[in-house]
């Protein structure tokens, strides 16, 4: 344990080796200083307020502090002070008992941040599960189904709970020529021509997704009045080599 003496002003009037050994400070360097060579400027200023409130009201105070080295080093302390009392009551010096704690805390940091992990992937795994009840679900409504219009309709309600968080529509190819035309939408600054051309899309034309994430960055598709602020990703529908339509959603600017 490192153990340090002050003034009533907080001013180090002994600090023992280990102190020494800790903080860098070499013996007898640090007498005379006060004990806020130790600050890190990293902690609350409240948690000072309360710790000298404490102490000058003649009761002990615990507690942790992020501190720094003579070298600029940072580590922790739990630190035990208690104030040393005369005979009538006024305060003589003040006794800190200390414990470096630093490899605890980071213990303690990568818990927290393997359990923030966790929560996350959880959460994830929630949400893709959802997804898939959801897309079960509209299968199983598709079915029922009498019509495409039906069809297109039951996708659009599908999708858009889906989707919460992005806008988007579905793109069908039409009967005759190589258009294509929205047959269900959701969300809002849908800003494509209806209908539009395959070689418009670049996702129709390579057969594969093309995303782009914001109106400056990328190759951009055609089927625009004007490129969407937030990026957007366009997803070909296909089933043995037969173009079923297009997936296009579309994020929200900073997402």
Not at 48 to 64: K, M, N
Not at 228 to 240: E, H, K
């Amino acid at each position: 344990a490192t153990i340090v003496l002050t003034d009533p002003e907080g001013v180090i009037i002994y600090d023992n080796p280990a102190f020494q050994t800790l903080t860098g400070w070499s013996p007898g360097e640090a007498l005379g200083k006060p004990i806020s060579i130790l600050k890190s400027g990293q902690m609350p200023f409240s948690v000072y307020v309360d710790l000298w409130s404490t102490l000058r009201a003649g009761q002990e105070w615990r507690g942790e502090f992020l501190n720094k080295k003579k070298g600029g080093e940072l580590f922790w302390e739990e630190s035990f002070i208690s104030p040393i009392l005369s005979e009538d009551g006024t305060i003589q010096r003040y006794l800190a008992i200390k414990e470096d704690i630093t490899d605890r805390k980071r213990h303690e940091e990568s818990l927290h941040s393997l359990n923030n992990q966790l929560e996350d992937s959880v959460a994830e795994l929630k949400r893709r599960d959802h997804e898939t009840t959801l897309l079960g679900h509209m299968n199983d409504l598709l079915r029922a189904c009498y019509s495409r219009a039906e069809a297109y309709r039951l996708i659009a309600l599908s999708l858009r709970e889906i989707f919460q968080n992005v806008s988007g529509f579905l793109a069908a190819p039409v009967p005759t020529g190589n258009a294509y035309e929205v047959v269900a939408e959701w969300g809002e600054n849908l800003e494509s021509p209806d209908p539009f051309l395959a070689e418009d899309c670049w996702a129709l034309k390579r057969g594969h997704h093309h995303e782009a994430s914001s109106p400056d960055k990328g190759v951009h598709c055609r089927h625009f009045l004007r490129p969407p602020a937030g990026g957007y990703l366009c997803i070909p529908l296909t089933i043995r080599k037969a173009s079923l339509g297009m997936l296009h959603l579309i994020a929200r600017p900073g997402e």
